[in-house]
């Protein structure tokens, strides 16, 4: 069984400062100093998700980003396709965890063209490919999650093959809320929390979560050790400020926690 929960950990993804960044060239706004304002401002980690075709956060970042996650004693969280292959910028998501050994590894079944992650595993599926990385990633003290869909099946076989948490999917969860009937969709991954919880699994959530929906899935869903937020947290600190609106989101955290 998980053991007694631990308040929910706000890891930042600092992606969007990248795509802004690489949309002109240069070094602003920079990456790293957004890092360290999100850090600063009390967030417990930061995330990224580099990709092949380096459209944000770069294996260049990445490093830099070990580095300074690890001055600050936080987790660094490395999101990604496991069987994109290597190509020239980007070495491959194993090679680069290998390389600066991130506290957490996200794995996520995103294709090249992807605009953005929109799906978790099939572990009928895919399996078979992923067990030996975990394997790996585990070898490197890495715990491991994987991204999953909420009502997926499948759940015992992630434990088997030696992974930690799961993510949550929670894109589904946000479309629902914004439609106005969240109910039946956060009962889903609710049941889907407690299947993982029941089996030793810990939980993360990501995925479209904001200031506006954030209460009601904490609350409906208890025990989530990780929310992983970026694009909502950046489009919000456009109009209020970074360090503002960091401190917003683990005042709604602790909010929730103290009931």
Known sequence: MVSEAAPTALSVNVNKIAVLRNSRGGLEPDVLRAARTCLSAGAQGITV??????????AEDVVALAELTAQY?????????????????????????????????TLVPDSDDQLTSDHGFDFDRDSFRLAPLVRQLKAWNCRVSLFVDAGCTGLPTALAMGADRIELYTGPYAAA???????????????????????????????????????????????VQEVS??????????????????RRYLDIIAGVQKG
């Open 49 to 58: 998700h580099p990709r092949p075709d380096r459209r944000h956060i770069t």
């Open 73 to 105: 004693h936080v987790e660094l969280n490395v999101e990604g396709n496991p069987f994109a292959p290597p190509r020239v910028g980007y070495p491959g998501l194993l090679d680069l965890c290998e390389r600066v050994r991130p506290a957490q590894v």
């Open 177 to 223: 809320w914004a439609a106005g009937n969240p109910q039946e969709a956060v009962a889903l991954f609710r049941e889907t929390a407690a299947r993982a919880e029941a089996i030793g699994l810990g939980v993360n959530a990501g995925h479209d979560l904001s200031q506006e929906n954030l209460v009601l899935f904490l609350t409906e869903v208890p025990n």
């Open 229 to 246: 937020i970026g694009h909502a947290l950046m489009s919000e600190a456009l109009y209020d400020g970074l360090e503002t609106t960091v």
